[in-house]
């Protein structure tokens, strides 16, 4: 798990390591599987201490969980 100041750029580059590959050679491209400005918005650093929530989606193979509190998982 990397981190980053968005979840797109965390996944994406997280992706690109384990691939040992340019972020911008990866096939498909993000944006064909999520919309990143949506998914940097949903967990955008929120007042509520109470936020909670995920949301999980398939990308280059593997299974991506993006959580509230800012982690990205990737997992094979």
């Known amino acids: 798990m990397m981190q980053s100041d968005t979840p797109s750029v965390a ?9 040992g590959a340019d972020p911008t050679d990866l096939a498909p491209p993000l944006n064909d599987v999520i919309d990143p400005d949506a998914l940097d918005a ?24 993006v ?10």
């Open 11 to 19: 996944v994406v580059m997280e992706i690109a390591a384990r691939e």
């Open 42 to 65: 949903l967990f955008a650093r929120s007042d509520s201490a109470d936020a909670a929530g995920s949301v999980t989606f398939e990308y280059c193979g593997y299974r991506v969980e």
């Open 67 to 76: 959580r509230s509190n800012g982690r990205v998982v990737v997992e094979d």
